[in-house]
């Protein structure tokens, strides 16, 4: 089955750096690469998601790239705010019914 | 807004107790999922259900059952509560053929001692 590998566990940035956190994937069939951000007490809530057809994809500080190839996909946070401190979880799956989660990333952001 | 609502944010257990842990979405949502959230293991998948009445067992099912009598409603039972299953259960919905991530509740911190 899938494996997903997830670094680093903690990243700390002052505020206005830029954030990277890396996934490494196993099954080649895998298609559909989302991220997911969780605050204190919530549940993960989907940030932004990536597909196999797709190498880049932005949503204003936020963007994701896909190397199919090597199998290994980033999330990257430019202009950091502290409310961007949260574990963020990286996602892999061919289908609806077999995502697998990366170990998550705490990301804290000094102000 | 579309919701998944799990019934209890903490739950304390004595060791040897039958719980249930619930779950339910207003999305009409054909899957749904429970998952287990511990330090440095992340999201590890303990059962899933596609359908009505039906269940699919994940990485770690050992320990637990669910029921999906309605729709709505996917219940995590576990039948004999251990200290190794004090843990974050956070349950989770797709629709069918979405194709986007899931819709995650907020979660249901168990503690069994």
């Known amino acids: 089955g899938e494996n997903v590998e997830q670094h680093p566990s903690t990243l700390s940035v002052q505020e206005g750096d830029s954030a990277v956190i890396k996934c490494t994937y196993s099954?080649?069939?895998?298609?559909?690469f989302p991220w997911y951000k969780q605050e204190l007490g919530k549940g993960p809530q989907l940030i932004i998601d990536?597909?196999?057809?797709?190498g880049e994809k932005k949503d204003q500080r936020i963007a994701v790239t896909l190397n199919k190839t090597a199998k290994h996909f980033s999330l990257h946070i430019t202009e950091t705010q502290p409310e961007d401190s949260a574990v963020y979880f990286c996602?892999?799956?061919?289908?609806?019914?077999?995502?697998?989660f990366g170990a998550g990333t705490r990301l804290t952001v000094k102000p | 807004d579309v919701k998944v609502t799990q019934s209890s944010r903490y739950l304390v257990k004595r060791t040897g107790e039958k719980v249930f842990l619930e779950c339910v979405q207003d999305?009409?949502?054909?899957?749904m999922f429970w998952y287990r959230q511990d330090p440095g293991l992340g999201l590890r998948l303990i059962y899933f259900?596609?359908?009505?009445?039906?269940?699919e067992k994940g990485d770690i099912p050992e320990g637990y059952s669910v029921s999906r009598e309605k729709k709505e409603r996917f219940s995590l039972i576990l039948e004999s509560a251990s200290t190794n299953q004090t843990s974050m259960y956070l349950c989770?919905?797709?629709?069918?053929?979405?194709?986007?991530?899931?819709?995650f509740g907020s979660g249901t911190r168990l503690t069994v001692v």
């Open positions: 996602a892999a799956s061919s289908n609806n019914n077999d995502m697998r």
């Open positions: 099954d080649s069939a895998s298609n559909y």
């Open positions: 990536i597909r196999s057809n797709v």
């Open positions: 999305m009409d949502h054909e899957n």
């Open positions: 259900s596609y359908d009505v009445k039906m269940k």
């Open positions: 989770a919905s797709i629709r069918s053929g979405q194709g986007k991530g899931y819709t």
